[in-house]
């Protein structure tokens, strides 16, 4: 079964408010990675987080790898009609070193101007 | 610097024929990923390669097959298609097998099954 779940599914937000999205994993993850896929496009790479407890910012984005290394977060302050699309996270099972990279099912967000 | 390519952009096919998808990485990428992406869903893990060699293979049955060729592109094979095999499918490709190397994703093949 699927590893790695997303919380929400869905996500509507008035332009200009804060959201967060939420990655878990079952198990303990090596790195996790974000991506972004925009309505009718390819997804495409944000960040990748690697340590424990480990805190990345992009502009109004901020990334959060888990203390535990089984959960992270996306939280996107001041939203954008230009943040409208599906967020994806990624991960990598710890033991596994062929391990392929486990995609989250995804958040899509909606933005109202 | 090119990006992934996908050829076809489109495929129609009926039920129980064969298709054929082909990817070329970014120049220097020697791992290419294929994923199924179904409407409204998200990327289920079909196949990797590396070097010429599968890595690691998702929860698929044995139709969904694929290969590498010596210069790193990569062709998928499903056979005897079904009609839930209508899907997006996405190649992918990254800079060797480590673990933390982020993938460059085409513009995908969107396959129907009649």
């Known amino acids: 079964g699927q590893q790695v779940m997303q919380i929400p599914q869905y996500q509507h937000v008035q332009e200009g408010e804060d959201f967060t999205t939420y990655c878990n994993s079952s198990?303990?993850?090596?790195?996790i990675q974000w991506y972004k896929q925009r309505p009718g496009g390819h997804p495409v790479f944000l960040i990748q987080?690697?340590?424990?407890?480990e805190v990345k910012k992009q502009k109004r984005l901020t990334f959060q790898f888990g203390e535990a290394k089984k959960n992270s977060s996306l939280h996107i302050t001041a939203t954008q009609t230009t943040d409208v699309g599906t967020y994806f996270c990624a991960g990598r099972v710890t033991t596994d070193s062929w391990g392929k990279l486990q995609f989250g099912a995804g958040t899509q967000v909606v933005v109202t101007p | 610097e090119a990006g992934v390519t996908q050829s076809p952009t489109h495929l129609i096919k009926t039920r129980g024929q064969q298709a054929t998808l082909r990817c070329s990485p970014i120049s220097g990428h020697t791992s290419v990923y294929w994923y199924q992406q179904a409407l409204g869903l998200g990327l289920q893990f079909l196949l990797w390669y590396d070097e010429g060699e599968e890595r690691n293979r998702g929860n698929f049955p044995p139709r969904f097959s694929g290969r590498q060729f010596p210069n790193y592109s990569s062709e998928l094979n499903v056979n005897a298609l079904e009609l839930e095999d209508s899907a997006l499918y996405l190649c992918?490709?990254?800079?060797?097998?480590?673990?933390?190397?982020?993938?460059?994703f085409g513009p995908g093949t969107r396959l129907t099954v009649l």
């Open positions: 198990t303990t993850l090596s790195n």
């Open positions: 992918a490709s990254s800079l060797g097998t480590g673990g933390h190397n982020e993938q460059f």
């Open positions: 987080l690697v340590k424990s407890g």
